[in-house]
């Protein structure tokens, strides 16, 4: 007998180098061989248990670190608390606005669109004319047979030789429709120092088989300038 040893493949236990199984295992031992990873299921031998418990201190130390730290954070749960109240200081400030634009928008609006332009004169329809050259029986609608005559009254003397007359029809809706005479084609002679002014067409028949029945609008002009306006209707009889 020596005092040689021989460790065992799978269990690392020292063994006289004389045994030919191990006593610890009773695994086989191999004369001149160097002790090589176990077969059986787990390792056994020290390096191996050695690594594998520095892996296990390892995780071990990490986990107990990172609670470790968590531990010394606890202002994340408050975060959420105080942004609750910055949301309703911002929602009260639009309504103060709001008020304060409207009401200087209607009321700039209203005023510069309703007013037509004033005219200095006026226009009147009938079938007679007096010495003054002005209506005596005022009528607005003239069928077959009957005079048709008008006459203009200004605030002012004309102060020119002639007026223009312009006839247009009057759509169903109040619009302008279709120029019937042009006031440069339809020159009047007048008085330029009179204001007044007045003229018979003769049967309003003759209108209305030319222009047809339906609402018109004489526009007087003197010159570029529109100094009145006036409607009749021509109708059957």
Do not use: K
Request: glycine share 10%; with cysteine.
């Amino acid at each position: 007998m020596t005092d040689e040893t021989v460790d065992c493949f799978n269990c690392g236990r020292a063994n006289p180098e004389w045994a030919q199984v191990c006593r610890s295992c009773g695994v086989a031992l191999r004369h001149g061989e160097e002790r090589i990873a176990p077969t059986g299921r787990y390792p056994t031998d020290r390096d191996s248990l050695v690594s594998i418990a520095a892996v296990i201190g390892t995780i071990a130390l990490a986990v107990i670190l990172g609670l470790f730290i968590s531990s010394l954070n606890p202002t994340d749960p408050s975060v959420g608390q105080n942004g609750d109240p910055t949301p309703t200081a911002t929602t009260s400030a639009p309504p103060s606005e709001a008020p304060s634009v409207a009401p200087t928008a209607s009321v700039s609006v209203a005023p510069s669109v309703s007013e037509p332009p004033a005219l200095s004169g006026a226009v009147v329809f009938g079938t007679t004319l007096d010495g003054d050259n002005q209506v005596t029986d005022p009528t607005e609608t003239f069928t077959p047979g009957m005079v048709f005559a008008h006459s203009i009254t200004n605030s002012e003397p004309f102060g020119a030789a002639a007026i223009g007359e312009q006839v247009l029809r009057i759509n169903d809706d109040g619009t302008d429709g279709d120029t019937i005479v042009g006031a440069p084609q339809n020159q009047l002679s007048v008085d330029p120092a009179a204001s007044t002014a007045g003229f018979v067409a003769g049967d309003a028949g003759n209108f209305v088989r030319s222009w047809g029945t339906g609402l018109y609008e004489m526009r007087i002009f003197v010159g570029e300038t529109l100094i009145a306006r006036g409607q009749f209707r021509l109708a059957e009889g």
